[in-house]
């Protein structure tokens, strides 16, 4: 298996549109690997170097994993990749199921961070966590979009909208990559 090094730039557009319909976010502490599909993410410069922003709501199991470890890797499909992946690691706990084992994904070991890629995802960016912060929802103007978004009527043990407020991981790009056969 190889890994072909390319520019974030030149795929900036590729990665956003994939973002619309979700990409994977892979977590790893404890001796646990756990990938979870993301919606909300950007690219971006800051502190002279790229970044990838990711949101992970407080109550979830890959916070936990982001906070012992402060590594993650942005697994970005293909038109071969298996999408039906998406959906289960976009309603499935990792706390629960090893999602990974499930859907018969393939880890490929990551060069600057400790935790892997995903080979059926083969577009990746590898992390490390350089800031973080919980987002203050009171600070939210956009009421509609606090609304729908963050319903507290909704624990945050449910997957999709709930009461959790989500935490900004801001990933200082280390490396990126296509994994090819």
Request: proline share 3%.
């Amino acid at each position: 298996m190889k890994k072909r090094e390319i520019n974030v730039a030149d795929h900036a557009c590729e990665i956003l549109k994939a973002l619309k319909t979700g990409v994977l976010l892979t977590s790893c502490a404890d001796g646990r690997v756990n990938t979870m599909t993301i919606s909300w993410g950007m690219l971006g410069i800051e502190w002279n170097y790229p970044l990838f922003i990711t949101v992970v709501r407080e109550g979830r199991f890959t916070r936990s994993l982001l906070d012992k470890n402060g590594q993650f890797t942005i697994n970005i499909p293909r038109a071969d990749s298996p999408m039906k992946a998406l959906a289960v690691c976009g309603t499935k706990s990792g706390r629960d199921i090893d999602k990974i084992a499930q859907l018969g994904l393939t880890l490929v070991d990551g060069e600057e961070v400790s935790v892997p890629a995903i080979k059926e995802f083969p577009l990746t960016l590898e992390c490390q966590v350089v800031y973080k912060q919980l987002q203050n929802l009171d600070a939210l103007e956009d009421r509609t979009a606090y609304e729908k978004c963050y319903p507290q009527d909704i624990s945050g043990t449910s997957s999709g909208s709930n009461r959790d407020a989500h935490i900004a991981y801001y990933g200082k790009i280390l490396r990126a990559y296509m994994i090819e056969e």
